[in-house]
């Protein structure tokens, strides 16, 4: 019964095949010896036992290879060097599929969403994190804008970008800066020019987009600075900007009341101010 490789060695189970239809065997045995310590592997391919004779091919330095031949005869020379070179590109095919692999996996895994456009603006790839920004886009026409020009659909404006460093005139090959999303959300971004790896092959422009502090966390954390508040009074100032009373505030925090009475008073005393609806006037000032 035929033994084949498994699936993910495409590569490898065409070789055996090639290599049982070139020289007539019966069955096909393939032997791989990495130069480290991973263990070695061997593909059988058709079905019989018996006499049998042994090539040594050449794999490349990342491996030693031998090939049993079941009931063939003695292959040519020129034979034994184009197995070889078939059996090398089938060894490159396997390591490419496993970088684009560990690649995937590691994309999918960063927080930063990531996007590949081809150069006609066309998305080829996008990570989970790059699918929710697109989904938001679909459902609540999530907007952006740049340097504080008109806002427009994320989409709309993440396409020109592509467009501006995929043109062809050489001008630019990357982009970065920073996109105001709605309500002061903030996102560095950066486009870059990924040309083909081969003469004909098609080009493509490579985006990531990465969450940064907002404009409001960035003017309330300048505010907590510069009259030196606690962590806890930080709380309570944010709650307090939320419009939320003192019972609401304290159920938010799980403390007492009376506790968060005791937080305001330490905040007013800090920023000068004389009871809520000043400290309120003074965050909405700053902000």
Same mark, same amino acid.
């Given at each position: 019964?035929?033994?084949?490789?498994?699936?993910?060695?495409?590569?490898?189970?065409?070789?055996?095949?090639?290599?049982?239809?070139?020289?007539?065997?019966?069955?096909?045995?393939?032997?791989?010896?990495?130069?480290?310590?991973?263990?070695?592997?061997?593909?059988?391919?058709?079905?019989?036992?018996?006499?049998?004779? /042994?090539?040594?091919?050449?794999?490349?330095?990342?491996?030693?290879?031998?090939?049993?031949?079941?009931?063939?005869?003695?292959?040519?020379?020129?034979?034994?060097?184009?197995?070889?070179?078939?059996?090398?590109?089938?060894?490159?095919?396997?390591?490419?599929?496993?970088?684009?692999?560990?690649?995937?996996?590691?994309?999918?895994?960063?927080?930063?969403?990531?996007?590949?456009?081809?150069?006609?603006?066309?998305?080829?790839?996008?990570?989970?994190?790059?699918?929710?920004?697109? /989904?938001?886009?679909?459902?609540?026409?999530?907007?952006?804008?740049?340097?504080?020009?008109?806002?427009?659909?994320?989409?709309?404006?993440?396409?020109?970008?592509?467009?501006?460093?995929?043109?062809?005139?050489?001008?630019?090959?990357?982009?970065?800066?920073?996109?105001?999303?709605?309500?002061?959300?903030?996102?560095?971004?950066?486009?870059?020019?990924?040309?083909?790896?081969?003469?004909?092959?098609?080009?493509?422009?490579?985006?990531?987009?990465?969450?940064?502090?907002?404009?409001?966390?960035?003017?309330?954390?300048?505010?907590?600075?510069?009259?030196?508040?606690?962590?806890?009074?930080?709380?309570?100032?944010?709650?307090?900007?939320?419009?939320?009373?003192?019972?609401?505030?304290?159920?938010?925090?799980?403390?007492?009341?009376?506790?968060?009475?005791?937080?305001?008073?330490?905040?007013?005393?800090?920023?000068?101010?004389?009871?809520?609806?000043?400290?309120?006037?003074?965050?909405?000032?700053?902000?």
């Amino acid at each position: 019964e035929p033994q084949c490789p498994a699936p993910e060695d495409p590569g490898i189970l065409s070789f055996v095949r090639l290599a049982q239809t070139l020289t007539g065997a019966s069955w096909v045995e393939l032997g791989l010896w990495p130069n480290g310590t991973a263990p070695s592997q061997t593909y059988r391919y058709g079905s019989g036992t018996g006499k049998a004779i /042994t090539l040594l091919l050449e794999a490349g330095v990342e491996y030693d290879a031998s090939l049993r031949l079941g009931k063939a005869a003695e292959p040519a020379p020129d034979l034994v060097t184009l197995l070889s070179d078939s059996l090398q590109r089938a060894l490159e095919l396997r390591s490419l599929l496993i970088q684009s692999d560990l690649l995937s996996r590691a994309l999918e895994s960063t927080s930063s969403s990531v996007l590949l456009f081809d150069d006609g603006g066309g998305i080829l790839f996008a990570n989970p994190s790059a699918d929710h920004l697109l /989904t938001q886009q679909t459902e609540d026409l999530l907007l952006g804008r740049r340097n504080n020009r008109p806002r427009q659909p994320l989409f709309t404006l993440l396409s020109s970008l592509v467009e501006r460093v995929a043109s062809h005139d050489g001008t630019e090959s990357a982009w970065s800066g920073e996109l105001e999303l709605e309500e002061g959300r903030l996102m560095a971004c950066e486009v870059s020019a990924v040309p083909a790896p081969v003469s004909d092959g098609p080009n493509a422009v490579l985006v990531t987009l990465q969450p940064t502090e907002s404009k409001s966390d960035s003017r309330s954390q300048e505010f907590s600075s510069s009259h030196s508040l606690s962590p806890r009074e930080q709380e309570v100032l944010q709650l307090l900007a939320r419009g939320l009373t003192t019972t609401a505030m304290a159920d938010e925090l799980g403390i007492s009341p009376h506790t968060i009475r005791d937080h305001l008073k330490h905040l007013y005393r800090k920023t000068g101010t004389k009871g809520r609806n000043e400290l309120f006037g003074l965050i909405s000032r700053d902000s």
